[in-house]
C-alpha cells in the first residue's frame, strides 16, 4: 500500500458564487447521507461558547452540502455529534498517526475506520495548520481547525473521497505518490485535481477567491469551464466514491 504525502492546508477568506454557476449535470434523487462525527478539544471552550461551536460545525455542514449539490453529487453530510473531549498536545497537530493514537487514547477504544461512509474528526483552535488527512492510514479521520474558514471541511473531507489539489499546488509540493485507500482497493484517479475557472479556485484548489463546487468540465463560473475530461473531475471522484461505498 502506498501511502499519500500527508500535506498542510493553508486557506483564506472565499466568497460564494453559487448564483453565478453553470452546470450541465444533475443530482441523483437518490440522496446518500455522510454522518460526521466531531471530537472537540476542551480548551476551544475558552474562545468559543458551545452554542458557537455546534454554530460553526452546522453552518460548515450546511456550505459542504451546497458544494456538493453545486457538484451534482448525490450525497448529503450530516452532524452525527458533537463530543467534548480531553486536548490533544497541539505540538501533535501536525502529525496525524500521532494525534489518531492520542485521540484512541482519551477514548478509551479503538476507532472503526472500515465503515467508509461515517468520518470522525478532532478539532481545535489553534494558529496552525487548517485541516489534515491521511486517507491511506485513516480513511475516515479529519483535523479541522475552527481559526480557519468553514470550507475547510469540505476540503478535507474531499481529500478522503480521493480528491486532490490543483496540478499546480501538487508540483509546488512535489506531490509524487498515489494514494489507496484500505479496505476498498480505491485509488485516487489521475483527473483528481482541483481546477481554477474564471480566476477562482474550486474547493479542492489552493487559489482564491473559492467558487463552491468540485471541478467538473460539466460546471463553469460565468461561462469558465470549472475542469476539464481526464485532467480536473473532483466531482467524477466524488460520484464514484458515493457509488462504490453507498450502492447504486
Not at 479521520?141 to 475547510?152: E, K, P, V
Request: include cysteine.
Amino acid at each position: 500500500m502506498i501511502r499519500i504525502l500527508i500535506l498542510l492546508i493553508a486557506f483564506c477568506n472565499a466568497s460564494s458564487f453559487a448564483s453565478e454557476i453553470e452546470s450541465n449535470c444533475q443530482v441523483s434523487n437518490d440522496i446518500k447521507t455522510n454522518k460526521v462525527t466531531f471530537y472537540i478539544g476542551q480548551s476551544v471552550k475558552n474562545i468559543m461558547s458551545d452554542k458557537d461551536v455546534q454554530l460553526w460545525i452546522s453552518n460548515a455542514i450546511n456550505l459542504s452540502n451546497e458544494i456538493l449539490s453545486n457538484s451534482c453529487i448525490p450525497l448529503r453530510r450530516e452532524v452525527e455529534a458533537i463530543v467534548y473531549i480531553d486536548d490533544i498536545n497541539p505540538d501533535y497537530i501536525d502529525n496525524i498517526s500521532l494525534t489518531h493514537i492520542f485521540l484512541e487514547s482519551t477514548l478509551n477504544r479503538e476507532l472503526d475506520n472500515s465503515d467508509l461512509t461515517k468520518y470522525y474528526g478532532y478539532v481545535y483552535y489553534l494558529d496552525s495548520n487548517c485541516g489534515l488527512t491521511d486517507a491511506s492510514k485513516y480513511p475516515k479521520f479529519f483535523l479541522l481547525n475552527l481559526f480557519c474558514a468553514q470550507f475547510t471541511l469540505e476540503h478535507e473531507l474531499g481529500h478522503l473521497a480521493t480528491a486532490n489539489h490543483d496540478i499546480k499546488t501538487l508540483q509546488s509540493q512535489n506531490y509524487v505518490y498515489t494514494l489507496e485507500i484500505p479496505f476498498s482497493n480505491f485509488k485516487e484517479a489521475t483527473y483528481a485535481r482541483g481546477a481554477i475557472c474564471d480566476g477562482h479556485g474550486t474547493i479542492m484548489s489552493y487559489v482564491n477567491p473559492r467558487v463552491f463546487t468540485y471541478s467538473s468540465p460539466d460546471i463553469s463560473l460565468n461561462g469558465h469551464p470549472c475542469g476539464e475530461e481526464n485532467k480536473a473531475d473532483n466531482a467524477k471522484v466524488l460520484r464514484s466514491y458515493v457509488r462504490k461505498f453507498y450502492g447504486n
